[in-house]
C-alpha cells in the first residue's frame, strides 16, 4: 500500500505562513485524489483541502477551515507525487495535526466521509 509522508510543519506566529508537504512513496495509479485533514483542539478530525491529481484534473475543493486563507497544490513525476498546502494568514486556532490522505471521496462525491489511506501526520502550532 501507498505511504504518504508529510513534512514542513512547525511552529509560525498569528498571521505567518506556514508550508506543508505531503509525497508519496510510489506513483499513483490507483488512487487520483489527495489532500489534508486536521485535527485541532476539541475537535473531531475535519477536511481541510483536497485536490484531483489524475489526468486532466488539478481541480482542489476546501473545507470550512481553509477557504480563502489555505491553497492546496500538486507536483508529480515519473515516481512520486506530492501535494503541497500552503497555510497563510494562520490564527492560534489553527494549531493541530494536519493529515495528509489519499484515496478521498471528495473528488468524485460532495462528501469528506470516505478517506483509504492517511499519513502519520505533522505538528502546526501558532501562536498568538
Known amino acids: 500500500q501507498v505511504r504518504l509522508v508529510e513534512s514542513g510543519g512547525g511552529a509560525a506566529q498569528a498571521g505567518g505562513s506556514l508550508r506543508l508537504s505531503c509525497t508519496t512513496s510510489t506513483y499513483l495509479t490507483k488512487y487520483s485524489c489527495m489532500g489534508w485533514f486536521r485535527q485541532v483542539q476539541d475537535k473531531e478530525r475535519e477536511p481541510v483541502a483536497a485536490?484531483?491529481?489524475?489526468?486532466?484534473?488539478?481541480?482542489?475543493?476546501?473545507g470550512d477551515s481553509a477557504r480563502g486563507r489555505f491553497t492546496i497544490s500538486q507536483d508529480k513525476d515519473d515516481y512520486k507525487h506530492t501535494v503541497h498546502l500552503q497555510m497563510d494568514r494562520l490564527l492560534p486556532e489553527d494549531t493541530g495535526m494536519y493529515y495528509c490522505?489519499?484515496?478521498?471521496?471528495?473528488?468524485?462525491?460532495?462528501?469528506?466521509?470516505?478517506?483509504?489511506?492517511w499519513g502519520q501526520g505533522t505538528l502546526v502550532t501558532v501562536s498568538s
Open positions: 485536490i484531483y491529481i489524475g489526468s486532466g484534473g488539478g481541480w482542489t475543493r476546501y
Open positions: 490522505a489519499t484515496d478521498i471521496e471528495v473528488c468524485y462525491t460532495n462528501s469528506w466521509s470516505y478517506v483509504g489511506v
